[in-house]
């Protein structure tokens, strides 16, 4: 099953808003990573945030967690057109004696000019 | 630049046609890893290498297998495509183990089957 669920599916907004993304889990983490991803490419690192973080910013993007709610939420700040893109949250998870990052479902997000 | 490099970038196979996707890194990372995505969803882990240690998702069908002839080159063999495999086929590399790791991906493999 999933670890990390997004809210919301889809998000359309205009140059220069800020966009919110939201992500739940599910079990404890030491982690939760954000990625994005353009049409047809491969994912792109964004942001890593710690268990014993709260809030991290990178740039024009700032994430927040809060593991008492198991959630996570990414904002996206002044946005632009070139923004446009798939956004996922993964958390890691440790099986057996080997690590492996969960994708949760993404958010779409379309900025339009 | 160092990087993470797939090929072919698209794939054509017909249905029960072995099909092997290559995967190549700059980078010396220890971990790589082969993800399938499908339209709209989330990438979904097929099995990953620490080193040379193989570890399979259990879900993952026997169909798909892969190698590791050295800390460069992954491959991911398909042994009888069928038309659910069609997806994208991305792989990734991390230093260490993903609990405090950044992943690096390549470009992707869309992977067609007729």
């Known amino acids: 099953s999933q670890q990390g669920e997004e809210d919301p599916q889809a998000l359309s907004i205009q140059e220069g808003e800020n966009a919110t993304m939201n992500c739940s889990y599910k079990?404890?983490?030491?982690?939760l990573q954000w990625y994005r991803q353009n049409s047809g490419r491969g994912l792109v690192h964004l942001i890593l945030?710690?268990?014993?973080?709260r809030e991290k910013h990178s740039g024009r993007l700032r994430v927040t967690l809060d593991t008492s709610k198991k959630s996570s939420s990414l904002l996206i700040t002044a946005s632009r057109a070139a923004d446009t893109a798939s956004y996922f949250c993964?958390?890691?998870?440790?099986?057996?004696?080997?690590?492996?990052?969960?994708f949760g479902s993404g958010t779409r997000l379309l900025v339009r000019p | 630049d160092a990087m993470v490099i797939q090929n072919p970038r698209y794939q054509v196979t017909q249905f029960g046609k072995p099909v092997t996707l290559s995967c190549s890194q700059t980078?010396?990372?220890?971990?790589m890893y082969w993800y399938q995505q499908k339209s709209s969803q989330a990438p979904k882990l097929l099995f990953h290498y620490y080193d040379k240690d193989f570890n399979n998702e259990a879900d993952t069908p026997d169909n798909f297998q892969s190698r590791r002839p050295n800390t460069s080159f992954c491959f991911l063999d398909i042994r009888s495509p069928g038309l659910g495999d069609a997806a994208m086929y991305l792989c990734?590399?991390?230093?260490?183990?993903?609990?405090?790791?950044?992943?690096?991906f390549g470009p992707g493999t869309r992977l067609t089957v007729l």
């Open positions: 079990t404890s983490i030491n982690n």
């Open positions: 993964a958390t890691d998870a440790k099986k057996d004696s080997s690590y492996k990052l969960i």
């Open positions: 945030i710690r268990s014993n973080e």
């Open positions: 980078l010396n990372h220890n971990v």
């Open positions: 990734a590399t991390s230093r260490d183990h993903p609990t405090y790791n950044e992943q690096f």
